[in-house]
Nanobody, 118 residues
Framework: QGRLVESGGGLVQAGGSLRLSCAASVGISSINTMGWYRQRSGKQRELVAAITSGGTTDYVDSVKGRFTMSRGNAKNTVYLKMNSLKPEDTAVYYC????????????WGQGTQVTVSS
């Protein structure tokens, strides 16, 4: 029943900012962890940021100090605030979640395109 829907992608100039949103459906009763992945053209999908149910966050080195992941208060949502964007950040960004007991269930959003112009 769990679903993830991303939004907020678009075209931005280098040095600009963008905020991605990921909304989890009500059917997701217990989320163990959520994350943002990105996939550049011709490259492997990589983990950009992650957050646990306890609120602990971590980031890949290339975005530390520029990107911030957070949870929404009223809804089951997460955000990725991206500042000082670089052309190298251009990718399709995917929301990810693992929920449920034991090993849990993995679900993915459809992805949202972020393009940073030079």
């Amino acid at each position: 029943q769990g679903r993830l829907v991303e939004s907020g992608g678009g075209l931005v100039q280098a040095g600009g900012s963008l905020r991605l949103s990921c909304a989890a459906s009500v059917g997701i009763s217990s989320i163990n962890t959520m994350g943002w992945y990105r996939q550049r053209s011709g490259k492997q999908r990589e983990l950009v940021a992650a957050i646990t149910s306890g609120g602990t966050t971590d980031y890949v080195d290339s975005v530390k100090g520029r990107f911030t992941m957070s949870r929404g208060n009223a809804k089951n949502t997460v955000y990725l605030k991206m500042n000082s964007l670089k052309p190298e950040d251009t990718a399709v960004y995917y929301c990810y979640a693992n929920y449920g007991p034991l090993a849990g269930i993995d679900i993915w959003g459809q992805g949202t395109q972020v393009t940073v112009s030079s």
